[in-house]
């Protein structure tokens, strides 16, 4: 089992970069894809990026596409989702979620993939 903590969410202005960070507990990181999610409030969950368990193959949603990057540093048990150019429209709860994997080298970008969650970190964007 896994436990994902979510951090570095905020305020900050239209235009700023943010840096999010999930450190995973436990064992065998690397057995494990990685995806961020968001949810708005009154909207569905819909995925952001993923990446599989070396990091070496990414996805990204069209709306976040070219502003973000998403990264995993598997000796720190952590995934990163940079963003940039954030607008008011970014504003939402984002989690990150782990996958468990064995023999694949995919990335997961539905959310009834995962195994695990993290609870949430809020990233408001204001204009």
């Known amino acids: 089992q896994v436990q994902l903590v979510e951090s570095g969410g905020g305020l900050v202005q239209a235009g700023s970069s943010l840096r999010l960070s999930c450190t995973a507990s436990?064992?065998?990181?690397?057995?494990?894809?990685m995806g961020w999610f968001r949810q708005a409030p009154g909207k569905e969950r819909e995925s952001v990026a993923a990446l599989n368990w070396s990091g070496s193959r990414t996805y990204y949603s069209d709306s976040v596409k070219g502003r973000s990057t998403v990264s995993r540093d598997n000796a720190k048990n952590t995934v990163y989702l940079q963003m940039s150019s954030l607008k008011p429209e970014d504003t939402a709860v984002y989690y990150c979620?782990?996958?468990?994997?064995?023999?694949?080298?995919?990335?997961?970008?539905?959310?009834?993939?995962?195994?695990?969650w993290g609870q949430g970190t809020q990233v408001t964007i204001s204009s």
């Open positions: 979620a782990a996958k468990r994997i064995s023999n694949s080298d995919s990335y997961y970008s539905n959310s009834n993939e995962y195994d695990y």
């Open positions: 436990g064992r065998f990181f690397t057995s494990y894809a």
